[in-house]
């Protein structure tokens, strides 16, 4: 019996070394070893006797193979390379350049009145920022308030939570009631101390009754946004902007299906609000500013040519401007720039969810949308 002073001590593993295989035949590229590996002779050439054995076989045939295979030829390549040009009118291939791709995706996006590309990687970009610092955990204490949570189901609820008076009504009976009570506005602000008391599921419930509060529009007072801009028609509240900021602020990025499914459906309101909000804005330009349509009716022109004749008799023509035209121009851009600003909220969470979550396509539907009504 061997001394007790040659044993390893029975809480610890045997190491590589103490199975008899030195370490200078270990290999990293192979990844971390768990079983003994045999050591082979050089003229060594038949059947592995042992497990050990069959192991450094498979090692050495791996390392006498070569790391990169390289086919002669490969048929496919010229093909694959003609299929991913574009072909000119004639039916000849032309040269792909993505500059002038973007480019021109960037100006069907103007045309729209949609948000830029750069603007959309950019805010996505700090978004994900954003999400990452929340994610941490605060270096002091947060201090949590001792109001009760409605339940998840009970979305009437969780629009006193937030509002601190019931929901719109959808019925004269339930108007009439709310008119006689005279509910009072008791905004709750999206905080750290209120996010960090809601789980995945009651963020999720949150998300999913905000598509009916957004169809079934109703002026909520805020005191974050000036006097001035109050009178804007805005497509999503101030305060569920704010609020949908940060509860996906705070949503765990890893979703499955039918909770994808509730961002989706969130973000597809808001792109019909907007629609909405764009067909209602044309049809009242249209109705009460009829001095509006001929002034812009007049901008087509552009312009008005005048003729006059110098001293040597020369008829020179003269291109005068008309006010009327650059009166209708400025009022045209003064409406655009409150538009894109009413805009901002609803298109921040498109944005969101199709970079966040990856569905890239809601920005195809919201592109087929605008067209329909620009």
């Not at 990844?31 to 069959?54: C, H, K, R, T």
């Not at 792909?96 to 959309?120: F, R, V, Y």
């Not at 998840?152 to 009439?176: C, F, K, L, V």
């Not at 909000?277 to 002034?295: F, G």
Request: proline share 7%; aromatic share 6%; hydrophobic share 40%.
């Amino acid at each position: 019996m061997a001394p007790p002073g040659d044993a390893p001590p029975p809480h610890k593993k045997r190491r590589y070394g103490e199975y008899g295989f030195g370490t200078s035949t270990q290999d990293e590229s192979f990844g971390v070893q768990s079983l003994p590996v045999g050591i082979l002779a050089d003229d060594f050439s038949g059947e592995p006797a042992d497990g050990q054995e069959y192991l450094a076989v498979v090692r050495r045939e791996a390392a006498a193979a070569p790391c990169v295979f390289l086919a002669a030829h490969n048929p496919y390549a010229e093909t694959a390379t003609q299929a991913s040009r574009p072909i000119s009118a004639h039916g000849a291939y032309t040269a792909h350049d993505p500059i002038s791709s973007c480019a021109n995706a960037g100006q069907e996006d103007d045309g729209l009145c949609m948000p830029s590309t750069e603007w959309k990687t950019t805010f996505v970009r700090q978004f994900k920022n954003a999400r990452e610092a929340i994610s941490n955990p605060p270096l002091e204490p947060v201090r949590l308030t001792r109001d009760d949570l409605p339940k998840i189901s009970n979305t009437s609820a969780w629009y006193a939570w937030i509002h601190g008076r019931p929901p719109p009504p959808t019925s004269p009976e339930e108007a009439q009631k709310q008119s006689a009570k005279k509910y009072e506005w008791r905004i709750r602000e999206p905080s750290a101390s209120v996010l960090l008391r809601l789980s995945t599921e009651q963020i999720l419930a949150l998300l999913e009754a905000f598509p009916y509060w957004i169809a079934h529009r109703v002026i909520i007072p805020d005191s974050q946004i000036k006097a001035s801009e109050r009178e804007g028609a805005h497509v999503l509240q101030p305060l569920h902007a704010r609020w949908l900021f940060a509860l996906m602020l705070r949503l765990d990025a890893r979703l499955v299906s039918e909770e994808i499914s509730t961002l989706r459906t969130l973000a597809r309101a808001c792109i019909a609000a907007i629609t909405l909000s764009r067909i209602r804005r044309k049809a009242v330009r249209s109705r009460t500013n009829k001095a509006e349509a001929e002034a812009e009716a007049e901008a087509a022109a552009a312009a008005e040519a005048e003729t006059e004749t110098d001293a040597e008799g020369v008829t020179v023509t003269v291109t005068v401007a008309t006010p009327q035209a650059a009166d209708a121009a400025s009022h045209r851009n003064a409406d655009e720039k409150q538009m894109r600003k009413d805009e901002a909220g609803a298109w921040m969470v498109v944005a969101i969810v199709a970079g966040v979550w990856g569905q890239s396509d809601l920005w195809d539907d919201a592109i087929g949308d605008m067209r329909r009504v620009t």
